[in-house]
């Protein structure tokens, strides 16, 4: 993928989902799949919430890690933090660099009202070089 920039020069993209389109009905931090990008060190991911339930937040960061494990020398590191969702929809634009071979986004509904907790969310973007 990629697409001409305005100079003529070709800018070397890969559309790229982190977190496919979901709905989660629990409270607590759940971990994405870890996604190989190879040599694509820098990231344009926007997270969107469609839905979420009145009174609570949702949370989301990118981690990275050199192994995909996060063993040893390959453990998860945080790369960028999207700001707390606290209405019944949002979204946010991130870019950030500094990554290593695989990424994945951590997700924390938190029920703030005491009722129970309903998020939807993605996270989907492009990758470059």
Partial sequence: MGYTKANGQW??????????????????AVNGSAIEIGDRAAACLEL?????????TLDAKIQTSK???GSGLGV???????????ATTGS????FSGLDRFIRAVV???DVGGGGVSATLSIVGELKR
Wanted: charged share 20%.
């Fill in 11 to 28: 800018a070397d993209t890969l559309d790229i989902t982190v977190y496919p389109a979901t709905t989660l009905v629990a409270a607590g």
């Fill in 48 to 56: 969107v919430c469609t839905d979420l339930t009145a009174s609570d």
């Fill in 67 to 69: 192994d995909g494990i």
């Fill in 76 to 86: 998860w590191r945080d790369v960028a933090s999207f700001t707390q969702i606290t």
């Fill in 92 to 95: 946010e634009r991130k870019s």
């Fill in 108 to 110: 924390t509904p938190t």
